[in-house]
């Protein structure tokens, strides 16, 4: 699955309208896609801390680190990911990734 599919399944999860996007933002002004959802800035939790957080907030994952990996666990499964040299990348993307698998059980 891409990355952008990936998204737009947690944006359905979480309720999120948008379309998606390319935009330069941030204090480089880097490239980045998202969804536009009409505020300042593109949506992105696998970018985003911020976004990322939300996204489990909302949709109740409880996330968990343990022997170099990440986790997010939902009422539906476990989902993992390598944390190597990014621990931080590695938890928002097992987020969005958990959130995208119950987005995709809305569309059931």
């Given at each position: 699955m891409?990355?952008?599919?990936?998204?737009?399944?947690?944006?359905?999860?979480?309720g999120?309208?948008?379309?998606?996007?390319?935009?330069?933002?941030?204090?480089?002004?880097?490239?980045?896609?998202?969804?536009d959802?009409?505020?300042?800035?593109?949506?992105?939790?696998l970018v985003?801390?911020?976004?990322?957080l939300r996204?489990a907030?909302?949709?109740?994952?409880?996330?968990?680190?343990?022997?170099?990996?990440?986790y997010?666990?939902?009422g539906?499964r476990?989902?993992?990911?390598?944390?190597?040299?990014?621990?931080?990348?590695?938890t928002?993307?097992?987020i969005?990734?958990?959130?995208?698998?119950i987005?995709?059980?809305?569309?059931?």
């Amino acid at each position: 699955m891409t990355d952008r599919e990936l998204l737009e399944l947690a944006a359905r999860a979480a309720g999120i309208v948008g379309t998606w996007s390319t935009g330069y933002q941030g204090h480089g002004g880097e490239e980045l896609d998202g969804l536009d959802t009409g505020s300042s800035f593109l949506w992105n939790p696998l970018v985003s801390d911020g976004d990322a957080l939300r996204l489990a907030v909302k949709l109740c994952i409880r996330i968990a680190h343990m022997n170099g990996f990440a986790y997010a666990l939902t009422g539906l499964r476990e989902f993992e990911e390598a944390e190597i040299a990014a621990p931080y990348a590695a938890t928002r993307r097992v987020i969005v990734r958990a959130a995208a698998e119950i987005g995709a059980r809305k569309e059931e």
